[in-house]
């Protein structure tokens, strides 16, 4: 069974601090690896996945096997970053989409 | 416009009414999803799809049903509502070019 953890429900960073948000998943074969994001009265949409390999609005996430982990990661937190992030894996198999629980990421002034 | 559509955003209904939540998505997409969420919290999978006339099952137990008789169109069926029902439904397709998905604005259902 595929599964998603986000062990983190809220965290709360100072702007201008690094942020690290946790992922780690459980499935036995090759995963498809997501981030996405949920601003204030706004849908969810995708920041990043991990076979881009891409950065974006300055977050970088990086698939480490050997840890089933997919943490999202950004050097200097800005005001704007306040949301809550879901982390999401998709099995090729049966195209099953899962999502962790979700952190609500804070930033403070 | 490409996009995922769902209706209605909003609806408030008596217990043991039938309702349906409607889901259309115009970029051709093969899967599609059904989430329900309540608010600030975790997504459950209720449903999805990998095509016309495929359904399954997600990982949320869920009294309600659903269909795929056209690739754009997946809609999710209460045959009687609860207030346990209460919610926000999202709906989601995936595909295209990186197999992205796309989420519906979501419809917030209320069963007094």
């Known amino acids: 069974a595929q599964r998603v953890t986000q062990p983190e429900k809220l965290l709360s960073v100072f702007k201008g601090a690094p942020v690290e948000l946790k992922c780690n998943y459980s499935?036995?074969?090759?995963?498809?690896l997501f981030w996405y994001v949920q601003y204030s009265r706004q849908r969810l949409q995708l920041l990043l996945r991990?076979?881009s390999r891409e950065s974006i609005k300055g977050f970088t996430a990086d698939l480490n096997k050997g840890e089933t982990s997919f943490h999202l990661k950004k050097p200097f937190a800005q005001e704007e970053d306040s949301a809550m992030y879901y982390c999401?894996?998709?099995?090729?198999?049966?195209?099953?989409?899962?999502f962790g629980t979700g952190t609500r990421l804070t930033i403070i002034p | 416009e490409a996009d995922i559509y769902q209706t209605p955003r909003y609806l408030v209904i008596g217990t043991g009414k039938k309702i349906t939540l409607e889901c259309s998505q115009t970029?051709?997409?093969?899967?599609m999803y059904w989430y329900q969420q309540d608010p600030g919290m975790e997504l459950h999978l209720i449903h999805y799809?990998?095509?016309?006339?495929?359904?399954e099952k997600g990982d949320l137990s869920s009294e309600s049903t659903v269909s795929r008789i056209r690739t754009e169109h997946f809609p999710l069926t209460l045959e009687s509502a609860r207030p346990s029902h209460t919610s926000q439904y999202l709906c989601?397709?995936?595909?295209?070019?990186?197999?992205?998905?796309?989420f519906g604005e979501g419809s917030w259902l209320t069963v007094v």
């Open positions: 989601a397709s995936r595909g295209g070019a990186g197999n992205t998905i796309y």
């Open positions: 499935y036995s074969g090759s995963p498809e």
């Open positions: 991990h076979i």
């Open positions: 999401a894996l998709v099995n090729f198999g049966n195209e099953k989409l899962t």
């Open positions: 970029m051709g997409h093969d899967k």
């Open positions: 799809s990998y095509g016309v006339n495929s359904t």
